[in-house]
Structure formats: C-alpha cells, structure tokens
C-alpha cells in the first residue's frame, strides 16, 4: 500500500493483484447476490458502472442472476417495474453512483406511488470518500427518501444479509413500493468469505390483517335496505397474491345482487363487459356515463378505492359523502366529499367472502333504471363512429374497438393480450373503451403517470412472460402517444437483443395531444404543441424491427392481426383524426353535465328490487 497527497487530503490507494483477481477480493458483492438470490431474484435490470463492478463482475462469475443490461436506467427501472406487474413480486434494478442514481428517481416514484414493489440497489463511493467533494458524491439515501418507503446505506458487509431481506418485505408489504439500498463501493469490495454471512429469507406478508365479521354485517344491513347502491371497485382491493381471490368474491357477489360496478382504471379486468353490471371505467380527469350512475345512488360501496388514481371529487358530491361504505387494504383519506360511516380494513377478498355469506335465497336482486341507462349510453358512446370508413386517419373509437377485436382474435385461439399504456390522451381512451377480464391484461401507471414508462414496462412484461414460458400464450402490445415515446426509444435495441415478441403502437398526432385537449377545453386556447415523428420503416429497419403506417381506418385490425401472428417486434404508427378528443368531451358535457336526465328515459326514477 502507498500513500498519496492529493489536493491536501490523504487517502490510502488499494493495489489488486493481477487479473484475474479471486472472488475474495470483492467476497462484498458476492454476500449481496447470495442475499438477493435467498429472495428468489433470478433477473436484475441495469446499467454498469464503475460503483457496481464488483457486482457486475461477481455476477458473470456467479452466473446465478440474469443481469438484463438496458440502454438507460430510467429504462432499466422501467423494465423492473413491469416484471414486478407481470410476476407479483418485487423486481430489482441497479445503477452507478451520481447520473445513473438520478436517472432512477422517477422510477422509485413510480413505483411507490403506484404501489408496485421494487428494489433499487445502487452503488456509490465509498465511505472514505463521503465527507469531501469526490467524483460523482452524492448523498443517495437522502435523494431517494421522498419517494421510497425505505432508503438505507449499508454501512458494513455484516448487514447486507439483514437489509436485504427486510428491503424486500417492506417493499412486498401493503401498500407495494419502492425500496432503496446505497450499496457503496468499499462495502461491495470488501475482502471476506462469503461463507461467513449466510444470506436471510424474507417471508411474504399478507397485505393485511382480517376484517371483524360484525362490521361485515353491519354494512350488509344498509346494503340491503338501499334502493340505489353502486360500487366502485379500486386497486387497492389487490395484494400480491390475494388479487384472484378478490375479484372472483366481487363477480360472485354482483351476480348474486345485480349492484352496478365501476372499475377505478387500476382495477381494469374486476368486473368483465359482458355482464349487465358492468358500469365499465371511472374516468379519471372528466364527467362520464358512470359517474351520473353514482351521484344518483343514496349508498356507494368503494371497495379498495385509491384516490391518488382517481380524486374524489371527479365523482363524489355532498350528497353522497356521507353515505359511503369503505372496504379496503388501506385506511381512508378522509375529507369533506369522502365520509364513510363504516370502514372495513384488511384483506379484501376475505371482507367480500363473508359479505357473500350473508346474501341468501330472501335477498332480492336490485335493478336501476339509472345504472341501465348508463350502462347503455357507455355502449353506445364506445361504438360510435366504430364502422365510419376514412381513408385520411383513425378515430379514437376505432382504434380501441380494434384493439378489443384484435385481443378475441386471440382468445379464440387460446392466447389472450396485455396491454402496456404510456401515459397520455390515449391512455384515458384505452382504459374507457379496451376490456379485459383480468387485472394482468392491462399494466399502467395510473397514479405517478410517468411519461416515457410504456416501452420499458412492456420489455419487462414481455421478458417475464417469455422467462415463465408463457410466450406463446401471451402477446405483449404497448401503446404510446407520439409525445412519450420516444423518451425511451433506444430500449427498442434490448427488446431485439432480448429477442422478444412485442408490438407497439404509436397513436400520432403530432402533438402533445392530452395538454392541447386539456387547454381546449379549460381555457378555449392553446399554445402550439406541434412537433414532427421519425419516418417509421427505417426507425424500424434500424433496429431490427418491422414497420408500418395506418392512415385508412379499415387497414387497422388486419395490420394489428398480422403483427400479432408473427414472431419478433413490430412498430405501427397509426395516423389519428385531430377532433376526436373535442368532439367527445363536447358529447359529455351535452350528456353528462348539462342533461343528466335524459339518462333515465325510457326507464323510472326509482329503481325495484325483484325478488
């Protein structure tokens, strides 16, 4: 060892040997993959760097965890997100000290926010080096605190095992998040047998503690006695492995009562379209169909409702504030229109079983004229302008009613569709008109909204499934708006190394669409949002892709067809007509705000229970 004067200071420089330098000389890293492993992690996203070599290099040794190289780590991030979706566990993503840790920000707030469970392991100087400005120094645990439901250091190799295990049962515990450990480099290089620091299984929690029967059975009394009930069914009701459990309780109790639903966009796939229940999606920034159906009930059932995805006031009112039942994971946010006067906490689909228990051959089946009514005009609205033929552009009612065309197709010959969104115009319509009949046919940021997530999610998806041999059963499709795509477009160069089967579809209109419809229609005036789009084949073709344009309408679903029958990636612009946006929020206020009424033609005011 030599001592050096740098700039006044005094550190101690470390000299390996020659390469190949043994495994004990960074046995730091190899405690971390032993404890990761002890978890049940077999991919990690990322991007290498000098901060994480030894773990890199560890790992190419160890040859026991994937290391799924990405082209950025928002990217890398992104991609852990949607394995964590697909798989229902935690996913793990790495970065460098510095840029590499900030460029993971955003994806930690996502995920927290959107309650997905990630752990973000990230290296970083070493503690030598912590107190004095250094190359690329700065403080992670703080960065990440905000946006983490944990952000810790480890200090000493001794603890790897311990904060490892508990990063995954805070972020797997309710509600899902973000988990952050600052793994720095001396720790990492720490010359020790791993041997010495046997890794700690994590046991998975359940999302929460049982609900009392008694209240179960008070709310069934004034379930009972209500002439109008409504429910509105949230993401909150889904826990890791309970999400199955508790929408097959839900179906089972609305087919006994024939109460109307509403799906929050989280909870997409709780209720399916087929059924005369089905009040389809709440809309989560305007007045719709569904939302006239619950002003006019005198009892909302919101079962797992999560406000961050949709604010109550785009649905509750005075009125009804106080008469409101709340089944949840979670405790309420109590505020002046969201009042309950009973709240059921724990495990969702344990609440719904017993209040399936207390129906029986006496309870009678309601029927609401309103919700009918709704109900009819939701499908009217998703089917118009669907058989319009154009040759210059899609409208955004087509493009959905393709989609779910497109998506039976597939069911037909035993495959089904998940649907990756990225966050804009097209996600709001994706979420009213696309149907599914479970919760892994949609993956979308509803809460954080973070542009730019599609394709990243949608490789980590399409990677999961293809890594449980579901492939073939499974076809991911990702669609974007032309404004948040090309955030990450140089994921498109892992999806080809990866060798995955995906198609994306890019709604294009040369504008920042969502923001143009949003000032439109709030202020009557807009800035110029235009901007131009990279000629789709030889995007395509630079990649490794397939591409294709879609201007005629009736050219969309043999184009999707095609795409989706093939092996490989293929990308599709799809040119969209300007008005569709103004002309639909037009309809709604006509229909919605300043007629509500009509909704009840042909039907009475007060709604009968049948026997």
């Known amino acids: 060892m030599d001592e050096k004067n740098v700039a006044g200071s005094v550190h101690t420089a470390t000299y390996y040997p020659s390469p190949p330098f043994p495994d004990f000389y960074f046995g730091g890293a190899y405690v971390m993959l032993n404890a990761l492993i002890?978890?049940?992690?077999?991919?990690?996203y990322g991007l290498p760097g000098g901060a994480i070599a030894e773990l890199t290099t560890a790992m190419s040794r160890q040859k026991k965890i994937e290391f799924i190289l990405a082209r950025h780590e928002q990217g890398a991030g992104f991609m852990a997100y949607g394995a964590a979706k697909v798989t229902k566990k935690a996913a793990v993503a790495t970065s460098t000290q510095g840029p590499g840790a900030c460029n993971l920000v955003n994806v930690a707030a996502?995920?927290?926010?959107?309650?997905?469970?990630?752990?973000?392991?990230?290296?970083?100087?070493?503690?030598?080096?912590?107190?004095?400005?250094?190359f690329q120094?700065?403080?992670?645990?703080?960065?990440?605190?905000?946006?983490?439901?944990?952000?810790?250091?480890?200090?000493?190799?001794?603890?790897?095992?311990?904060i490892v295990a508990e990063a995954f049962k805070r972020a797997q515990t309710w509600p899902y998040g973000a988990v952050h450990i600052e793994f720095p480099k001396n720790v990492a290089a720490a010359q020790v047998d791993p041997r010495d620091y046997p890794p700690i299984r994590s046991p998975l929690n359940s999302a929460a503690t049982l609900c009392r029967s008694d209240s179960v059975e008070e709310a069934w009394r004034h379930i009972k006695s209500s002439?109008?009930?409504?429910?509105?069914?949230?993401?909150?009701?889904?826990?890791?492995?309970?999400?199955?459990?508790?929408?097959d309780e839900l179906r089972r109790f609305c087919d006994r009562t024939n109460i109307g639903c509403v799906m929050m966009p989280g909870a997409k796939g709780a209720i399916v379209a087929e059924k005369s229940y089905c009040l389809f999606t709440l809309s989560m920034i305007y007045m719709d169909y569904p939302n006239v159906a619950i002003n006019e009930a005198d009892l909302v059932i919101t079962v797992g409702y999560d406000r961050g995805e949709c604010d109550v006031g785009a649905w509750s009112s005075p009125s009804i504030a106080t008469r409101i039942i709340h089944i949840s994971l979670s405790e309420p946010i109590v505020?002046?229109?969201?009042?309950?006067?009973?709240?059921?906490?724990?495990?969702?689909?344990e609440t719904l079983n017993l209040l399936n228990g207390c129906v029986d051959a006496t309870t009678p089946m309601w029927r609401i004229p309103i919700q009918d009514q709704a109900r009819k005009m939701m499908i009217q609205s998703m089917q118009r302008h669907v058989e319009e033929p154009s040759s210059a552009c899609v409208r955004s009612e087509r493009l959905c009613w393709d989609l779910n065309r497109a998506a039976e197709g597939l069911r037909v010959r035993g495959q089904k569709m998940t649907l990756v969104l990225d966050s804009g115009g097209h996600q709001l319509w994706a979420l009213r008109n696309w149907h599914c009949s479970s919760f892994s046919e949609v993956l979308s940021s509803n809460t954080f909204a973070s542009m730019g997530i599609g394709l990243p999610a949608a490789i980590g998806a399409a990677n999961a499934i293809k890594t449980k041999h579901k492939a073939a059963k499974r076809k991911v499709v990702c669609l974007f708006g032309d404004g948040g795509w090309i955030m990450n477009l140089q994921e498109m160069e892992t999806a080809t190394r990866l060798n995955l089967d995906l198609v994306v579809i890019i709604w294009i209109n040369n504008s920042l669409g969502l923001v143009e419809w949003g000032d439109l229609t709030d202020f009557g005036d807009r800035m110029d949002f235009k901007f131009g789009n990279p000629d789709v084949h030889q995007l395509a073709a630079s990649f490794g892709w397939s591409g294709a344009t879609v201007?005629?309408?009736?050219?969309?679903?043999?184009?999707?067809?095609?795409?989706?029958?093939?092996?490989?990636?293929?990308?599709?612009?799809?040119h969209m007509e300007p008005t569709s946006d103004l002309e639909f929020s037009d309809q709604l206020i006509r229909d919605c705000v300043l007629r509500p009424a009509h909704l009840e033609e042909g039907g009475e005011s007060v709604s009968k229970h049948e026997r």
């Open 38 to 44: 002890a978890q049940g992690v077999t991919e990690m």
């Open 110 to 134: 996502s995920a927290t926010e959107d309650r997905v469970p990630l752990v973000l392991l990230v290296g970083n100087v070493s503690a030598a080096a912590r107190h004095r400005r250094a």
């Open 137 to 162: 120094n700065i403080d992670t645990q703080k960065l990440f605190e905000p946006v983490t439901k944990w952000s810790v250091t480890i200090k000493d190799v001794k603890n790897i095992p311990e």
């Open 227 to 247: 002439i109008r009930p409504i429910i509105i069914v949230g993401p909150d009701m889904c826990s890791l492995h309970g999400a199955k459990k508790a929408r």
């Open 335 to 349: 505020d002046r229109l969201y009042q309950p006067f009973i709240q059921i906490v724990g495990e969702v689909s």
């Open 551 to 574: 201007r005629a309408a009736d050219d969309l679903l043999p184009t999707l067809q095609s795409a989706l029958s093939r092996a490989g990636r293929s990308l599709i612009y799809v």
